[in-house]
């Protein structure tokens, strides 16, 4: 095709690999970005969990705060513990309104390296950026410099062997914890060592790293990871199926505004202190709905048939009351069968519980499930 | 003499007096991805030209298969529900959706042959 993606999309450091790779582009949040390779949504997925795929997440927000209270600031805008947070860990957390709905879910590293003490790096998604920093500078301008890194590029290197790939390149990156951060040098063949900063997260349920990079040396990275027998490249479809069977949440469908973290069943992110304290937007609704229940929960859905149920989906009871909606489904291509994630009336959020979906004027039988749909993998430290 | 049409929407239809098989195209199933789920219509389905009347999901969406003519199911592909990478792998042959009557064979002057659908894939991508 032409230029599908049209004229007023931005692209990524690694938009002339993409296209090389044969990557079908398509605009994804003001981006022409790689929807699939031509291995194809089903086997890229299915590569990932058996050994390990490279992805290009560019055009996710990076971002770091300066300040000399840069904790205390950014604690007042998220219900997560900053304070109880080691040097050189990273945070999952969500930015909230005043009624404690979730602006965007985000990733928080404090730098364990000298001299970063009063710095936390950000990665927030690609199509809350502009409206994320906007809030952050309004809300906390006074109090904090915020650098955007737009000229970075960031790679995700997912899947069980993403390990023993990025220490060839890496020296002693296979040791570090889940959820730390650290700069590292990763070594090209031509003997040039390239700056990177190496986070041990990703959204895939598996062992794997996002890696941030100086934009003109993305290629170069991207091709020597490329080169490796394990890797391929993996587009955003993929990307979407191993993030729903890993159960997390992709925000603008599962979680919003109108969802706070307790109704989202991200409640685990609210740190003991912060809900003694209180002190971050939308505090008292949301303790209110720790302590007594939410209307609504968020679960994971399990079609008992082979027909996927997809967002908006409706969800019926058993005598066909609707108690809730699908925000995210599809077919789950390691589990081999249709997978889902929606809201649900409380008294219906206990797996285990029949339900019924609406699909093309249907109802199929489904079940409430504890998600993820497939097992986290994640790295454990020996200790 | 069987003779080949094409819809706008991507499907074939191989016509043979006054039945036809229906399936979707090679461009259809790449465009599609991994074709994930199929849903074919029963025998004695009742179809209108242009109404939906199976569903074809890959791994990212889901996708309608609309009648090309006006008519009845008389066979569903069995085969496809259990095996639906068949549509990958052999969209106008083993991939077909269902079979059907034609009961108003003038709804086929509307369809492509095959020079004007491979204009119509050529202009469209």
């Not at chain 1, 020296?171 to 296979?174: E, K, N, P, Q, R």
């Given at each position: 095709m032409a230029d599908p993606a049209g004229a007023d999309l931005k692209t990524t450091p690694l938009n002339a690999l993409h296209i090389s790779l044969g990557g079908k582009m398509v605009p994804f949040a003001g981006y022409s970005m790689p929807?699939?390779?031509?291995?194809g949504v089903l086997k890229e997925h299915l590569h990932t969990r058996a050994h390990a795929g490279l992805f290009d997440v560019s055009h996710m927000g990076q971002a770091e705060l300066t300040g000399d209270d840069v904790i205390g600031a950014l604690e007042s805008l998220i219900p997560g513990d900053l304070k109880g947070l080691a040097a050189g860990r990273i945070r999952y957390s969500t930015l909230l309104t005043?009624?404690?709905?979730?602006?965007d879910d985000l990733m928080i590293t404090k730098p364990?390296?000298?001299?970063?003490?009063?710095k936390l790096f950000l990665i927030v998604n690609a199509g809350c950026k502009e409206g994320d920093f906007d809030h952050i500078l309004r809300r906390l301008g006074s109090r904090i410099k915020l650098t955007r890194f737009e000229d970075r590029a960031l790679l995700a290197l997912q899947g069980p062997s993403a390990a023993k790939v990025l220490v060839r390149f890496a020296?002693?990156?296979?040791a570090m914890a889940f959820m730390s951060s650290r700069v590292a040098k990763f070594a090209l063949a031509s003997g040039h060592d390239v700056d990177v900063r190496l986070f041990r997260?990703?959204?895939?349920?598996?062992d794997g790293y996002e890696i941030s990079i100086p934009g003109d040396r993305a290629e170069a990275v991207a091709n020597a990871l490329l080169a490796q027998p394990e890797i391929q490249p993996i587009g955003l479809g993929a990307r979407d199926s191993l993030r729903l069977e890993a159960g997390l949440c992709l925000y603008g469908s599962d979680?919003?505004?109108?969802?706070?973290p307790v109704e989202a069943n991200l409640?685990?992110?609210?740190?003991k202190r912060r809900k003694l304290e209180g002190g971050f937007p939308g505090a008292n609704k949301i303790i209110e709905q720790i302590n007594m229940g939410a209307q609504k929960m968020r679960v994971g859905i399990q079609p008992i048939g082979k027909a996927p149920a997809r967002a908006h989906t409706e969800i019926l009871d058993e005598i066909g009351k609707t108690i809730g909606e699908i925000t995210s489904g599809g077919f789950g291509p390691s589990v081999n069968k249709p997978v889902a994630m929606g809201y649900i009336q409380t008294a219906f959020a206990t797996p285990g519980t029949k339900v019924q979906l609406m699909v093309r004027g249907q109802t199929l039988p489904a079940e409430v499930v504890a998600l993820p749909f497939a097992p986290h993998r994640y790295f454990k430290s020996k200790s | 003499m069987s003779q080949l049409r094409f819809t706008k929407d991507h499907e074939w239809v191989r016509v043979e007096g006054t039945t036809a098989t229906v399936g979707i195209t090679e461009f259809a199933q790449g465009q599609l991805g991994d074709v994930v789920f199929v849903e074919v219509p029963t025998k004695g389905k009742a179809l209108n030209a242009g109404g939906e009347a199976a569903v074809v999901e890959s791994v990212k969406a889901a996708s309608e298969v609309y009648a090309p003519v006006s008519g009845s199911v008389t066979?569903?592909?069995?085969?496809?529900?259990?095996?639906?990478d068949t549509v990958n792998k052999d969209p106008q042959g083993a991939g077909w959706f269902f079979k059907m009557t034609i009961s108003?064979?003038?709804?086929?002057?509307?369809l492509m042959d095959q020079a004007a659908y491979d204009k119509f894939v050529a202009d469209a991508s």
């Open positions: 929807v699939q390779y031509p291995l005043e009624t404690g709905g979730i602006i364990a390296e000298p001299g970063s003490e009063k020296a002693g990156c296979d997260s990703g959204y895939t349920g598996e979680i919003d505004t109108t969802t706070t409640s685990w992110i609210i740190g | 066979e569903g592909n069995a085969a496809l529900p259990d095996a639906p108003n064979p003038s709804e086929l002057d509307a």
